[in-house]
């Protein structure tokens, strides 16, 4: 396969995610779609490394994997938070503050 | 020799001191605080009149140079040195805070932290006068410029102004007329006026080599012709907006009627003298090319500012507003002198400083001091005040003379001197409409003490008039005491003037244009 | 020497680090009562690697040139640990009260923030930058939403809605930013900043480095990257907001100056005409929206926007001075801005909000408080004699250097509006009379904290020349 | 006495008054005193009379001019700097006037003692202290060396008309009165102070003597200044006003000395205007046109001193007229009878009306039985302006006829033959109405005032009686000749005199005849009374003026000012605006940033790939 068709690939992992982190209002939804774009990213990461022929993609890519998977850590406990105090995990109903 | 040596700094810290004292000492209260304040007044006061005693007149150039480093990174200098015309202005800084104290001393709401303000503000004002840096010139300047927030905000009066006009909407969010409201339009408009000094300022420095604020560096540097009418316009505004250049002028009605009485003496009486002073000692004659260019409208608005601040003068009701719209007309004349670029118009616009100085601050001394008892500045609700206070009233006509130009008195001096630099000009009509104003003056300065002071009354309500009283006295009659004085022996600071002005004069004109010489 | 494992670089985050672990550890011995001194000790702590960093040689590269010390890196280094303290100091009581039982945590995470923080300016590798910017991102959002209160009228409440507004949008520009970086990564063939600087200059070069940029542009909250700052500070807790205001800050300037100019510097009219507009509408919007603000920490949030809005001048200046004066403005900014939001926290400590009607005649019930707010709001505004007015100033003279004279006059006329707003807040304080004249009780720490920043705002101000100094020779050494 | 210099005299002179009003003005509880407040004040117009006399007595011997000046002020002009100076000049006419002025300011003084002992003290002190400044001043004005210091006593004395006009300020028509004297003369001393300016730029001095292109418009811009002093047409309005102040003030200020400052300034600068034909034609149709108007309508005035008011505007019309036709001698001449004997029937009407508490003179009649001394003087006073043979008026006016005939200024000559006839008419109508006739029931306790009151009166009536005999010597003090011929002007003025008090006498006298022609007056009585000038001023005051300063004003207030408060509300409006983009809603807030990245990202892959 060529670097093309990954960078393909990654691209449309991309556009998913970034169309659902969009259209999406439950926040789990939101984070779903964050991971399927750093996984997209991660691809491009891998991809690139191998067409330069060096490692620093994979690791770059293991590092972005490791701190993908503590943001979304954080991210649900946020939910967790957000349903105690609200309970709903609907991101647009959270407007107090604004202007 | 210390004291010789220091004297400047001395004189213009001595306020500063007075404040650390009061600032220090949270139990000073009434007439202890003030006691302070005015010793610390009075040794600045006393500092100038030394620095009078001592300067040189034969010898003529700066004296008494003080100089310490202050940022090297930027060629920043604490230089004070002082000239001429710093000789007569810090005469006239170190009467108007004495006096200034004095006529506080009916003041009882948190008179500390107004004295505080206050003698940081004046050591500001002294600094200005003394300051051979353009940085430190311009740091002393916001010193001078920026406790005047507070002073009006917090011990100022209310006024309201009625909503009218085509935009009418404005007074929705803004209560035009009050204090708060003054307070805030005087500082921003003076501080934009500050912001674009500054830019001027960078722009100078850069363009004589970066490498010093001297005024002896940015004096004589070569500044592209290009960049001196833009830097020029920006110091004319900058500096124009404190000097109630029209039409920036339109925070000193609001500002003066809504200060209390010390701060509307000081701002009047001095402070105002900062901006048209930094016009002539900054624009003027660091960027020659740009006020050669400049200069026809310089004059032309200051006209403007004499016969429009006069009439609207005439139309006022409040005693504070027709004060403050006469000082906005006084100083087109000092503008107006300093657009002559002669040696008579610039004597007269720095005498017009000082004498105008002193008249409105017995003005604003005597306004204070009625609406303290008449607490109204309602002219219309007023009438045979003489009565209650004769001196008052003889004063008040004393002030009004001096501001119309009678002779023997301080501001016929320096107004005959402005119209005869005028006359000199390449724009001799300029004269004209000059002399129409201090009509005008006439007409509205006598005609308020008439409605004041004389005829019938005084009307119900107003039980509590008394004349003046004490440290009042002192205040005024001190004041009017210099009207008279520098009108009747003007040569007694005008000599000193005169010796800037030669000094400084070429400087503008270019040296083939002039052949003034030094006074035997 | 192998740079590989040469550690003296890293002695002071290795030292934070080891703090942090302290307090782990102290966090599970101490009995419950008395987890307040575990932020005395951050505090302590941190003075201490403070007053360490003038003495310890942290020159030098690591990680085989993936890091590297130096003058430049110490100086944020400082500006971090800087803040870090006062706010550990000036914290503690709140934290304390607010959150009793989990103090330790708090504080963990704050020396955790730290640690990214303070190994981002001397990031040279992509990857380290992106661990350094995690390690500093994720425990503040977590700190932003500490308050667990079930209250809705008590403070905090609006913690969780401030998080994750936080939390979304720096998702988002993460997620993308790292696209951005892969996209460098791909076009340079290698993670190292030499490496990408080297690299032929391809239209991927350039996709990847603006989505990287305006990644770095969400972390200083320039616009349009903006729009979290303002709801974040509001509902967060106080603390957490002045050390969220000023340290990420600085740190995103960092990362910003490693990329443009030290990495493509040599590029800037490609990047400049973007920064500009950026820093534009940085400046306008931040100060318009500031004006109609009735919330005293939104209004700060607002003007902290147009504040960046001034440092990406110097950054766009894109020479040694205007890295001086972006080293310099950052360091009066972290006093000052730290201090108005310590005093908002003293005067506001158990209130819902921030309203500016609590700050009604504050100068008859803490005089001391109100004098150090009218302080810092001028030195905001640049008013001279304070620290802000030098930032400015030098701010402006760099971009007039660079030819920016234009920007220099809309800078300084947008410097009339926020000394509007700073006023406002001003003019309640001195001019309104007070709902209630109880006065205010200001614990230890926060006096000194906000007495600390005072004390540097005002020296600063008056004497601005060893900052100066040491801003200049650390711009000097960066790039070298 | 011959120990001291002429100098030193005229300093005297000056200076004498110029300590009893820093005195006074200082020492308030002296001031406050009264009655020492007076003698003080009496003691300087003593010293300053004798001197003035040592000098006058001195200078018709022959003496040389004197001068002596001191350094007041810097100018710095393009050749360098010079001094502009103040100081003194004695020659025959500063001396002259110097004289007449301490005459009559003595006589004032006197009298006043006795005219305002009603006074509460403190007013007594005062009105005492402004006498004083206002003999400094005047002094200082006549001894001027060069034009600027007359300037400065001129605009000195304007001030203490101001003053005393005002004197009970209390008093809402007096203290108008005062402000309308000062901004009337105020405005027309705009012209002498251009004047001044264009002169010294011109000559580099303020010297009367110089010789310069400028001269017409430095001397039609000092006439502007004279016609306000000197109460000329149309600037005469405030004079009549100016009878609010104590009498014996009108008698001083307002007829024989202050309004003559006009008049002085024309004989001091004779060699500018000289120089300026077209401003002497001026003169001559604006003096002669006042004379006659004035006349005209102190025919019909009912009030004793508006009567004399607009006899002084008049006869202050004949001096013009003379001095712009060049007959200076007439014109100086008749300045110096005329202050006698103007101020003579001043203070004689002063001693009437203090007798029946009323100025007007239906409220008189009758009173020269009742006050002898005064009425009597009052008659010698009312003959010498009719230019009764004999009388010093007489001489005078003869002079300046004869002045404009020669001239050939015809036609101002028969405004002034008019203005005679009528001059002789309204006298000879409040001879008959106030001191003839049947007694009214105000005179019915009218009594002769004290010696202070009469004396002076005595004093001065013997000058208006004497004077004219003594032309010859005055004329040498000005440096010209004398000769006295009556020619046919002269008899034709003299008749037409004497017909104007037969006239009166017809009319007023026990016959009350001719009341068809009082009938003919009648409209000229509505045309004086509706006061047309005086309306014309105060529209171009009220609706001119302070019309266009509420107009400015208020365009400062919600233009000027209103833009600048606009800038402000625009940048809250706009703020306000703008907060509709941070909706809360923080999906917004993500489109936002995925919007500016992709913008970005495009810009970097398109624009700058």
Known sequence: ?99 | MFWHAHLLSLTVAAPFVAALVLLAAPDLKGAAAKTVALVGAAASFAGAIAVWASYDLSQGGLQLVEQYALVPAYGISLHLAVDGWGVALLLLTGVIITTGVLATWTLEVREREFLVLLLVLVSGVYGVFVSQDLFVFFLFYEIAVLPMYLLIGIWGSEGEVEAKGPFAFVWRRFKVGGREYAAMKLTLMLLAGSAAILVAIVAMFFAAGGTSFGFDTLQGAAYPRSMQLWAFVLLWFGFGSLGGVFPFHTWSPDGHAAAPTAVSMLHAGVLMKLGAFGVIRVGMMMLPDGAAYWVPYVGAVAVLNIVWGAMSALAQKDLKYIIAYSSVSHMGVVMLGAATLTQDGWNGAIYQMVAHGMMTGLFFALVGLVYHRAHSRWVPGMGGFAKRMPGVATFFVLAGLSSLGLPGLAGFVAEFLVFLGAWQSDHAWWAVPGIIGAFVTAVYVLRVGRDVFFGEGPAEGFEELSDAKGTEWAAIVALAACLVLLGVYPNLVLEFIHQATTEYLPLVLGSGATGVAVLP | MNTLVNFQPLMLDLMVLFVGLLVLVMDVLMPPGRKRGLGQLTAVALAGIFALSFVVDVSGVAFSGAYEGGAWALFFKRLFLGAGALVALGGTDHVDRRYPGRQGEFWLLLLFTLVGMMLLPGARTLVLFVVAFELMGMPLTMLAAWPKTEDPTGPGRRAPEAALKMYLVSAASTAITAMGLSLLFGAAGGLRLDVIAAAPQTPLLWLGLFTTLGGLSYKIGAVPFHQWVPDTYEGAPTPVVGYLSVAPKAAGLAAISLILVETFGAASARWLPVVLFITVITLVVGNALAVPQRDAKRLLAYSGIAQMGYLLIAVAANNESGQAVMLFYLAGYVVTNLGAFLVIEAVCADAPDADLSRFHGLYKRAPGLAFALLIFLLSLAGIPFVVGFWAKLYVFMAAYEAGLVWLVALGAGLSILALFYYLRIAKVVYMRAPAEDTPIAVGGGMRLAIALCLAGVVGFGAWPGPIVDAARAAAAAFGG | ?609
Not at chain 4, 56 to 77: E, Q, S, Y
Not at chain 4, 358 to 376: A, F
Not at chain 4, 449 to 478: D, E, I, K, Q, W
Request: aromatic content about 12%.
């Open chain 1, 1 to 99: 396969m060529s670097l093309q068709g990954f960078l393909l690939l990654a691209a449309a992992l991309f556009s998913l995610g970034l169309y659902g982190l969009l259209t999406r209002r439950n926040a789990v939804g939101i984070l779903a779609s964050v991971e399927l774009m750093a996984n997209a990213v991660n691809l491009n990461l891998v991809a690139f490394g191998r067409w330069h022929g060096v490692v620093d993609g994979q690791v770059f890519a293991l590092f972005n994997t490791a701190l993908t998977v503590a943001e979304a850590a954080i991210g649900l406990a946020l939910v967790i938070l957000l349903y105690r105090s609200r309970q709903d995990v609907l991101v647009d109903t959270a407007t107090e503050m604004k202007g």
């Open chain 4, 1 to 609: 006495m011959d120990t001291l210099t002429p100098l030193q005299w005229a300093s005297l002179a000056l200076f004498g008054p110029l300590v009893v009003a820093l005195v006074l003005g200082v020492v308030w509880p002296l001031r406050k005193a009264g009655g020492p407040a007076a003698g003080l004040s009496l003691l300087g117009a003593t010293v300053n009379l004798a001197a003035a006399s040592v000098l006058f007595v001195g200078w018709l011997g022959g003496a040389d001019t004197v001068r002596a000046t001191l350094p007041w002020l810097i100018h710095g002009g393009p050749e360098g700097a010079s001094m502009i100076e103040l100081g003194l000049h004695l020659d025959g006419i500063s001396v002259s006037m110097l004289w007449v002025v301490a005459i009559v300011a003595f006589c004032v003084q006197v009298f006043s003692l006795g005219y305002l002992s009603d006074e509460p003290k403190a007013g007594f002190g005062r009105y005492f202290t402004w006498q004083s400044l206002f003999l400094f001043s005047m002094n200082s004005l006549v001894l001027a060396p060069n034009l600027l210091q007359l300037f400065m006593g001129w605009e000195l004395v304007g001030l203490c008309s101001y003053l005393l006009i005002g004197f009970w300020f209390k008093k809402p028509s007096a203290a108008r009165a005062a402000l309308k004297a000062f901004w009337v003369t105020k405005f027309a001393d705009m012209g002498l102070l251009l004047g001044l300016i264009v002169l010294f730029v011109h000559t580099g001095g303020f010297e009367w003597t110089a010789t310069t292109a400028a001269a017409g418009t430095v001397t039609l811009l000092f006439f502007l200044a004279v016609m306000g002093k000197s109460a000329q047409f149309p600037l005469h309005i405030w004079l009549p006003d100016a009878m609010e102040g104590p009498t014996p003030v009108s008698a001083l200020l307002h007829a024989a000395t202050m309004v003559a400052a006009g008049v002085f300034l024309v004989v001091r600068a004779q060699p500018l205007f000289a120089q300026a034909p077209l401003t002497g034609e001026v003169m001559t149709w604006v003096g002669a046109f006042t004379a006659l108007f004035a006349a005209s309508v102190a025919v019909v005035q009912t009030d004793i001193k508006k009567v004399l008011a607009y006899s002084t505007c008049s006869q202050l019309g004949y001096m013009i007229a003379a001095l712009g036709s060049g007959a200076v001698l007439g014109g100086y001449f008749h300045l110096t009878t005329h202050a006698f004997f103007k101020a003579l029937l001043f203070l004689a009407a002063g001693g009437l009306i203090h007798a029946v508490h009323s100025n007007e003179l239906s409220h008189m009649g009758g009173l020269l039985k009742r006050l002898p001394v005064t009425g009597w003087t009052f008659i010698i006073g009312a003959l010498a302006l009719a230019g009764f043979p004999g009388f010093s008026g007489f001489f005078s006016k003869d002079l300046i006829l004869e002045g404009l005939f020669d001239a050939g200024a015809y036609g101002p000559l028969a405004m002034l033959l008019i203005g005679a006839f009528l001059t002789a008419f309204y006298m000879g109508r409040v001879v008959f109405m106030a001191l003839l006739g049947p007694p009214s029931e105000h005179a019915e306790h009218a009594h002769e005032a004290g010696g202070a009151m009469t004396l002076p009166l005595v004093l001065l009536a013997t000058l208006a009686l004497g004077l004219g005999f003594f032309a010859g010597p005055m004329a040498r003090l000005y440096g010209l000749t004398y000769h006295f011929h009556l020619g046919a002007v002269g008899i034709t003025a003299t008749a037409l005199g004497l017909a104007g008090i037969g006239t009166a006498w017809i009319m007023f006298g026990p016959k009350q005849g001719l009341q068809g022609l009082a009938a003919a007056f009648a409209p000229l009585g509505r045309v004086a009374r509706s006061g047309a000038v005086d309306k014309g001023f105060a529209l171009a005051y009220r609706q001119a003026l302070l019309g266009l300063g509420a107009g400015v004003a208020w365009v400062d207030r919600y233009i000027v000012d209103g833009l600048i408060n606009v800038m402000g509300y625009a940048s809250l409006a706009f703020g306000d605006r703008l907060r509709a983009v941070q909706t809360g809603n923080v999906r917004d807030y993500v489109y936002a940033v995925v919007a500016g990245l992709l913008l970005l990202g495009a810009f970097g892959a398109i624009v700058q790939g």
